[in-house]
């Protein structure tokens, strides 16, 4: 499916407002709203739009503490890489696990509530995972950027 610019412009605008009306995207889109509502459930049917979620505040929930996690394994096969990214997607404090290319194996973008239970989430569930052989944790110490909306055009 190849978008247009009012398909662009629905995707842009839902990222950053996803609970607005329907009325309330087609009029920023300047589109009717039958027509709006039909693009939006193409682009839902088509994978273009994957979800719709509520964002946190990390600090609200007791999150406030973001650390970077770097994990080479002992081995390449796939076996190795399934058993670790099975158990990694068990951990709830991972949000994010990216096969790196690089020094690392995997990085890992792991939320604590302060660094002792950053300690806690270690040695729990981190230090337990499947064929680790080493592991760097950094910890950010402000956060300059964030956003979840994708540079859907130039």
Excluded: W
Excluded at 61 to 73: A, D, N, Q, R, S
Excluded at 117 to 122: K, L, V, Y
């Amino acid at each position: 499916m190849e978008l247009d610019n009012i398909d662009y412009r629905i995707l842009e605008v839902l990222q950053k407002a996803g609970r607005m009306s329907n009325a309330e995207l087609s009029e920023m889109v300047h589109l009717s709203a039958s027509a709006c509502h039909r693009r939006v459930q193409r682009l839902e049917k088509d994978g273009f739009i994957r979800d719709y979620v509520a964002l946190l505040n990390p600090r609200k929930v007791g999150l406030p503490t973001t650390v970077f996690v770097e994990i080479t394994l002992s081995g390449q096969a796939d076996e190795v890489l399934d058993a670790f990214e099975k158990a990694v997607a068990r951990v709830p404090n991972v949000l994010e696990c990216h096969l790196m290319a690089g020094s690392a194996d995997y990085l890992l973008k792991v939320v604590a509530g302060d660094t002792e239970d950053f300690a806690r989430i270690h040695r729990r569930h981190l230090a337990t995972l499947p064929s680790v052989a080493q592991m760097q944790s950094s910890f950010a110490l402000r956060t300059v950027r964030q956003t979840t909306a994708l540079p859907v055009r130039d």
